[in-house]
């Protein structure tokens, strides 16, 4: 298996655009994650899925950001629109039942 | 909010030295794991210890886990210069909300550096 795979691995944009970060989990693993990092708060659990439904999405950072899962080989990430201090690393990860998650490489969004 | 917290925030060594991280965090746990992260790269799973576990090994590592004092370290042996990287405890609840898959909280790492 190739891993959790993600692109762009980076993206820069200008404030006020539209962002779509795209992810495709480790086959047969039933729960995806997306996660954003940054230097000032960390690592943080923005939303994650469970056999494609969303199950907690209460660290989404406001209404620009939304997420999908249409099945369970692909998940996006929508920023819109954008801004500057949505710069930072998204990662997303897989997993299957209790075990350890398997990141992707992430995106690395630069808003300018 | 971050369950858990690393200590120390850096640690820089010797080849060959054993390095130790900790980590805290403050409410129940199902499992408690630790993951590297190279700069500019993806966190990869090292290991995953339980609550009912108390200490596990996988090659140069062992991982404590004392849940009374709700901690965890993370011991390497023998470090090399390809261990240099950040170290995050992420810790898992003990209630699945739904679904099969428990959500994890990370710290904030530590950032290790072993000189050649």
């Known amino acids: 298996d190739a891993g959790v795979i993600q692109s762009p691995r980076h993206e820069v944009t200008e404030m006020g655009q539209e962002v779509t970060l795209r992810c495709k989990p480790i086959?047969?693993?039933?729960?995806l994650f997306w996660y954003r990092q940054t230097m000032m708060r960390g690592l943080e659990l923005l939303i994650y899925f469970n056999n494609n439904v969303p199950i907690d999405d209460s660290g989404m950072p406001e209404d620009r950001f939304s997420a999908k899962m249409p099945n369970a080989s692909f998940s996006t990430l929508k920023i819109q629109p954008s801004e500057p201090r949505d710069s930072a690393v998204y990662f997303c990860?897989?997993?299957?039942?209790?075990?350890?998650?398997?990141f992707g490489s992430g995106t690395r969004l630069t808003v300018v | 909010s971050q369950q858990g917290e690393e200590d120390p925030q850096a640690l820089s060594i010797q080849e060959g030295e054993n390095a130790t991280m900790n980590c805290s965090y403050k409410t129940s746990i199902n499992n408690l794991q630790w993951y590297r992260q190279n700069s500019g790269r993806g966190l990869v799973h090292l290991i995953l210890i339980r609550s009912n576990e108390r200490e596990k090994h996988s090659g140069r590592l062992r991982v404590t886990l004392d849940t009374s004092k709700k901690s965890s370290s993370l011991l390497i042996t023998a470090s090399r210069a390809a261990d240099t990287a950040s170290y995050f405890c992420a810790t898992a609840p003990p209630i699945i909300s739904s679904g099969s898959a428990r959500q994890l909280t990370f710290g904030s790492g530590t950032q290790l550096t072993v000189l050649p």
């Open positions: 990860a897989s997993s299957l039942g209790d075990g350890g998650y398997t």
């Open positions: 086959s047969g693993h039933n729960s």
